[in-house]
Structure formats: structure tokens, C-alpha cells
């Protein structure tokens, strides 16, 4: 079922509604860092009263001299006194047409437009919409792919109805990782945010972007050794803080069902180092009822993507420290989502060889596996992990830079998803 079928028919339960923002809110908004993400509105009780939520949400902003509309999420309701009710809208992204005039003019039928136009609010209004409106709408939207992007971020706010992939789910969180080790916050917006057209990528529901395919694939051509993946890079965002930048890359290798796994490989420039998580899932073991535990079965793939992971030998000695120059990690993820979160662990390329030669790994039945209880908490947690890459303590050093080639291209040759996120200096230009 596409997205906009999911959304047409959550809209005839739970119909949309309609703002326009006058001049003086539509200036506050732009002037925001943050309002395009988390927007609250107040009016009196009797505006919201019909209003079921979640619910998306068509707002017309004003834009310099012109307007454009943004598709959002109502999210929340609550009374903030005895005559006002708050809403609270999340993630605008910019639609296309640019006014809600416009898009009444795609309205091909008759009682659908009458219906539109009796439900127009006033600059500074709010209304809301008929299911059948409400429905025909979301399918006029869905036929301009521009509009794509704000329809699959509409949907990942409707609960239960964005089905998330093993794939999708873990290259969203390698780009989350990725900002958070960098010393920014997962929910901070880039400062530019470029994805491919018609392609899949996880950037799609960070922020705003433009479609530059060109821009994409010759400025990803550029990276050293990324040639073998250059034409399948789906994205590209860009993030500042203080004097340095993160540039944070997607590529697929594959049609998004067919992909296997997500690498993040992080590159922190400054520092020098290097270093790939490779995701793996954790399935839960219900043999045993009393104790159930969450397991990771070796498998064929997994050994022939440990013996791709080398670096080249460099002789010493090495100016800079490492606790360990061995880029590549494992996040071992618990597939069962728990209180909206996975549950998951690191655990270094060495330490996962001793664990399944360890006597340990042997199940019941003589098979090797992965055990979280038996690691008893022998691994490392997502906030040391980041913190270990934030500092450089991990990862190559900066004369083995030359790797990087390396590291890509036996990447390229799985079938997985990659996520490049390259932390660099940033140079001052010379006017």
C-alpha cells in the first residue's frame, strides 16, 4: 500500500485541516530556528473542539512577497486556559503548489472544489476539512513527486502506519549516530540537505531540501575511493558547528528490499581517524520461557564480510593514540521495539572474533551464537561508543588515511545501504 493510500485513508477517519498564517506569525515562524520542526499554535477551545488527532495539517506561510504551503503533523491537543486550546505541529515540509488558491484550481470536480472553496479559511484562520476532502486532497498531492518527501514525513508521524524496514530503520539511526557523535543533536536541522530524485534515502525526513542530482553524484565523485559508489549516492546533508562541518552521505547498492544491512563510516577529518559500524540484528531466543535471551546466529555472510574487513599494514610509529587503530565495530540491535526505542550494544571486530571462539558461544545444540546474557554487559553502549569517536580514541590513525579507499570499495561490494559521514575542518575562503 503507497503512502498516499495509507494517509488518504487515515484522513477519512481523522479529516485535515486548513491554517493560513497571517504576515506578523508567518515572519515569527521564518525568524524561528526551529519552528519548521515543532510549531505550537493557540486559539479558543470551539476551533479545535471538532479537530482528531494526530491529523496532517495544510498551512499557507507567507514568504517574502508570495506564499507557500507546507504539509504537517498535528500531533497534540491541550488546554493552555479556561478559553484556549494549544496544537502542536510537527516537521513542515514545503508542498507544491505554493497556495491553497492554487491548489484548489487542481481540483478537477465540481462538488470537491465547492467543498475546498467553502472551507478556505481567512488569513489567520483555521478550518477544518470533510473526509472525502479531506482523502481527494492527499491524492491531488501525491500526483506532483515533489511532493513525495512531505507525504513520507506526514506518514512516520501517523502511528502504526509507516512500516519500517530493518534497513530503513538502521541507516535513520547511523545518520542520528553519526550528528550525535559529531556533538549535535539528532533532531538539529542541516544547514543544506540535497537528496536525488525518485531515490530512497533516510536525509528525506530531517529537514527541508532541494532535488540536484548532479550536485549529488559529482560532489560525492570527489571523495577519495567513493568512485565505486559515486552513482548511487541518494543524498547529501551538511551540518555546521563552530569551525568545523559535517558532511553526512547515503548510497544504495541495492532496491531497498533487497538490501541486508546499513555501515556508517565515519571519517572524523580533525582528528584523523576512522571508523565502520556494521548493523546486525539480535532475535529474540523463546525456547526458553523462563529466560528469554536475544541471540545472533553466524552466518555465511557475516564471515565473508569479516574477511573484507582489512586495512593495509603501515609501519609505525604513530604520532597520534588509539585505543584501538581497528576501524570496524558492530551494533548488535534487538529486533523487538521496546518503549519506541531498540535496544542495542557495540562491540569491536576483535573482541565479536574472541566472543564466537569462546566456548560460550556454543549453544545447546553445538551451533555458534552471539548471547547478550552471556555477555553480561561486556560491551560497549551507544553514548561510550560515540563518545569514543567523538574524542578519536578509536579508529585509524591519520597517517593510514590512505585506507579509506580501501574501506569503501570493500564496502561497495556488499549489498547494503551506506551512510558516509565525513567530519572535516572547515577552511576559510579567500575573497
Known sequence: MSTAVKIANWVKKKPMILIRLDEAFSESLHNSRQGFEHLTMVKPHFIFQVVKLPTPCLLEVHDDDATKCYLA??????????????????KLRVLKPDSIESLESLVADSRMKRLLRDRLPDEGGVTNLSPKLSAHLVELLAADYRNQTALDTALSLLPGLRRVTNTTWAQEDAIKSAMVAF???????????????????????????????????????RLPGFDAVSTDVTGRAVFRKG??????????????????????????????????????????????????????????QLRDEIARMQLPNLAGPFSDYRLSRNPFFFKF???????????????????????LAAPEARGPMGGVRLSYEALNGTYLREADMLSLIRSGYVGTHKTETAALATIIQEVAKGNKAIVLAWQQRIQEEVR
Open 333 to 355: 540491535v534487538k529486533r523487538k521495539v521496546i518503549e519506541d526505542t531498540h535496544q542495542s550494544f557495540f562491540v569491536s571486530l576483535d573482541h565479536l572474533n574472541k566472543i
Open 243 to 300: 569551525d568545523e562541518r559535517l558532511v553526512i552521505y547515503t548510497a544504495n547498492k541495492l532496491p531497498l528490499e533487497q538490501m541486508l544491512g546499513v555501515d556508517l563510516i565515519y571519517i572524523n577529518e580533525t582528528l584523523g581517524n576512522i571508523v565502520m559500524v556494521q548493523y546486525k540484528m539480535l532475535e529474540e531466543d523463546k525456547k526458553d520461557k523462563d529466560n528469554r535471551d536475544w541471540i545472533f546466529r553466524p552466518n555465511q
Open 183 to 221: 556533538g549535535i543533536r539528532s533532531s538539529a536541522l542541516p544547514d543544506q540537505l540535497i537528496l536525488k530524485r525518485g531515490a530512497s534515502s533516510g536525509l528525506g525526513l530531517i529537514g527541508a531540501h532541494l532535488y540536484e542530482d548532479n550536485v549529488v553524484h559529482s560532489d560525492a565523485s
Open 73 to 90: 503533523t498535528v500531533t497534540r491537543k491541550t488546554a493552555v486556559s479556561t478559553f484556549d486550546s494549544r496544537i502542536t505541529l510537527k
